[in-house]
């Protein structure tokens, strides 16, 4: 770190007292050229996680992480010096178990000047807050919010050791929003499942298909590698389709990172996938608020594929959809459940109510407890009676 004088420490630390929810970007002079650092998200959960520093830097620079409590024990930079422009400089911090918040400035310096920007860690069991009902919040708690207590009504139960879990928000109209959470094995390289809530908001808008194919800023070279495809017959299939997410590029964007993708069989992800997540589009504008969870099972899977950067990704058996629908109004029924299992294989035509199951029976076969959050929204009976309904019988589907 060249910060080469004691009042240059003194300003930082005089800065990072006064620190509470602040923003990492900095106006530069032009002429100068644009120097700065930067986070995506400067206020995080207490919980583990990581994210991407950008720098952007004309000549050789220097990174460091300070507080007005000394040493810096609890993050980690995974570069500290460098030169020109990096924006894959992983971040990593810990869980923070005291009662107290706790942050830390990221401090550049190219030797005659310096900028920062700040990390702020909430204490222990605090998370930014969060709409359950319409996606929006006040924070974006990314990748490091603890999930169980959002109440978000799309997630699964998440009490698997070997998964990580994470979330993604996006920034629109001054608001942030929830884009989607998803379990990661690493093991796989791929998300088990992917949740996220879907209505007219999300799909009406004009984001288009951006093929942003980027490794998840979250997990960095952990995540799968989406840049090149895969080889073979298999597609960079979308767990949450692009066409889910056009109500602005960033939520766009984020479907296309590796931690959305899976190899899936060509024909399949054009033919009844497609089909599937055409109609559950239809279902979702025609609803208030509709919650998906789409997801792989890989437990008996031995077939491997290789992503860009030559890692190992397990090929998917089978795909899956759990559906909540909520209609204020309907008529036929406020909250309706179905689910659909899909063999991982090429089929003859389209999705039809013969692939269609409850969720009672989806949860059967995935091992995984759909919808947590739903008993205490409409109450234990109520919830039960619905994850057992055979969506076959109804015409709220078909």
């Known amino acids: ?141 990314q990748g490091s919010m603890d999930l169980t207590k959002t109440g978000w009504l799309e997630l699964p139960a998440m009490d698997d050791p070997a998964l990580g879990y994470y979330s993604h928000s996006f920034q629109m109209g001054g608001k942030t929003y929830r884009n989607y959470s998803f379990g990661w094995s690493q093991k796989d390289r791929v998300a088990l499942w992917v949740a996220y809530p879907l209505c007219k908001f999300y799909t009406n808008g004009s984001a288009g298909r951006t093929n942003a194919w980027a490794l998840d800023p979250l997990l960095g070279e952990d995540s799968a590698a989406p840049f090149g495809g895969y080889a073979g017959s298999y597609a960079r299939g979308h767990q949450l389709p692009s066409a889910d997410r056009q109500c602005c590029d960033e939520a766009n964007e984020q479907t296309f990172y590796g931690t959305n993708m899976t190899p899936q069989l060509n024909e399949h992800n054009e033919g009844i996938w497609a089909d599937l997540e055409g109609k559950v589009r239809g279902w979702a504008n025609a609803s208030d608020t509709t919650y998906v969870v789409t997801g792989v099972t890989v437990s008996s899977s031995s077939r491997k594929e290789e992503d860009s950067y030559g890692n190992s990704v397990t090929i998917p058996d089978a795909y899956f959809k759990a559906v909540l629908k909520y209609s204020k109004s309907s008529t036929l029924g406020t909250w309706n459940a179905a689910a659909f299992y899909l063999e991982h294989k090429a089929y003859s035509g389209g999705i039809s109510k013969s692939h269609s199951m409850s969720i009672d029976e989806l949860e059967e076969i995935t091992g995984i407890d759909f919808f947590v959050n739903l008993p205490a929204k409409i109450g234990e009976d109520q919830a039960a009676k619905l994850e057992a309904a055979d969506p076959a019988s109804s015409s709220v589907w078909w």
């Open 1 to 141: 770190m060249k910060l080469t004088s004691i009042s240059k420490v003194a300003a930082v630390v005089m800065a990072f007292c006064t620190l509470i929810a602040v923003s990492c970007d900095k106006p530069v002079e032009e002429e100068k050229g644009a120097f700065e650092v930067s986070i995506k998200t400067p206020n995080v959960g207490s919980g583990k996680g990581q994210q991407f520093v950008s720098v952007k830097c004309s000549g050789s620079w220097t990174l460091a992480l300070v507080s007005d409590e000394g040493e810096v024990d609890w993050a980690t930079l995974s570069m500290t010096s460098g030169s020109g422009d990096k924006n894959s400089i992983v971040l990593k911090y810990d869980v923070n178990n005291t009662e107290s918040s706790r942050g830390c400035r990221i401090v550049l310096d190219n030797g005659s000047e310096w900028t920062d920007c700040a990390l702020v860690q909430m204490a222990a069991g605090q998370h930014p807050e969060d709409d359950p009902d319409d996606g929006s919040g006040s924070g974006s708690g």
